[in-house]
């Protein structure tokens, strides 16, 4: 599976960003699509992941009522819409696709497979 992430940029606090990821390569149905972050001096965390086949979502604490991870399947896509953005969201976003997981397990970065390209998003306050 290769990954393209795109959609990154500077934004002030409480504006919004949509990042995109677009999936090729292999037959997608099994795979769960997620966004991992990084922020300065901080380590990978999870974000927000959608299961490609039935759409169903899991959120980090910290981005829920602000995030929206969604999909278009025509367009092998998955997007992440960031509203209400704070400094602390700064960080470079990945993309990145894992098999065989299940809602419990979304979270765990160490499960995804593919990643592609990180995008960089910088929150001024």
């Known amino acids: 599976v290769q990954l393209q992430a795109s959609g990154g940029g500077l934004v002030q606090a409480g504006g919004s960003l949509r990042l995109s990821c677009v999936a090729s390569g292999r037959t997608f149905s099994s795979l769960t699509m997620g966004w991992i972050r990084q922020g300065p001096g901080k380590e990978r965390e999870f974000v927000a992941a959608i299961r490609w086949s039935g759409g169903s979502t899991t959120y980090a604490d910290s981005v829920k009522g602000r995030f929206t991870i969604s999909k278009d399947t025509a367009k092998n896509t998955v997007y992440l819409q960031m509203n209400f953005l704070r400094s602390e969201d700064t960080g470079v976003y990945y993309c990145?696709?894992?098999?065989?997981?299940?809602?419990?397990?979304?979270?765990?970065?160490?499960?995804?497979?593919?990643w592609g390209q990180g995008t960089q998003v910088t929150v001024s306050s």
């Open positions: 990145a696709a894992g098999t065989g997981l299940i809602a419990s397990t979304r979270s765990d970065i160490q499960k995804y497979d593919y």
